[in-house]
């Protein structure tokens, strides 16, 4: 993978985007494992009901991990100079996760040419979940 | 109530973690992550790294790999049923892989309300070094809603 050149990247470009088979219960129980975070709000449907909610959820940062790989696909990950993201929704089990990616500016950051993005992690319905921006180093 | 703002600057006990391979392969089978660097110890030692490259968020994860990791919000006297993860920021310096020893060093930092206090905001700044190396630091931020 080779980083893209600065001259050749205008504010608007949209970076490659994918879309997420829908979220499952296995996806979550995947995730608790791979992360350690086993709160029953994102694996047991029992719980969940006696605290009045409908179903379990996904966990926030399994959205930002999406969007990590939006980051990856695109630039090597040494690259990345900053990333952040904004919780703004709950992810429902059987929700496909639409991430998608454009520059907003093109900046210098510490002597380095860099682009920042904003990143999206939406449903198919356009709804956003999270929202997102990373500074990444181009060369 | 409000949380009292004297937790501003309050310490975080200090933690360190190692990452397993082990541990990334399913992080990656469960972020649908493709690029066999992040687990596979052979193709990670074919791209020419020291072992296999930790992801973006997955520094998340190992701050929170301790057996209270929202202690902090329980010295407040929150009630963790009212917790909402709001934001999440990182800043890379250094790429890590499996097998690194890091060190987590946090502080609360910031301890703010919106909306007459309907919500409240915890800010938590955490310093990740190896061997005294800074890779990669963290702010998290708590919503308490009321």
Redesign the interface.
Known sequence: MTIPNFEAINVGDEIPSFT??PVSRL?LA??A?????HHPLHLDQDYVRS?GMKDVFAH???G???L??L???WVP??A????????TAITWVGESMVCTGKVVEKLEQNGEKCVRLELTCANEQGEAKHKADAVVALA | MLIDKKHIGMKVPPHSVTPTAW??K????????T?PIYFDEAAAAKAGLPGV?V????F??MD??KDEPFDYIAAMGCDF?KM?????????HK?VYAGDTLDFDGQVTDIYDKKNGALQFIVKDVKVSRQGEAVCDL?TVIVIRA
């Not at chain 1, 494992?33 to 975070?37: A, F, I």
């Not at chain 1, 990345?80 to 919780?87: A, H, L």
């Not at chain 2, 992080?27 to 992550?33: H, R, S, Y």
């Open positions: 997420t088979e996806t995947l995730y494992t791979g992360s350690g975070d605290k926030g940062m399994l930002m991990a999406y990590g790989r980051l990856t696909q990950q040494e990345i100079r900053s990333f952040g993201v904004r919780f | 541990q990334l399913w992080f990656a089978k469960a972020t649908g992550e690029n490259l992801p973006p968020t997955f998340f994860c929170m790999d049923g909402l993860h709001g934001e999440q920021i990182f800043t890379y790429p702010r």
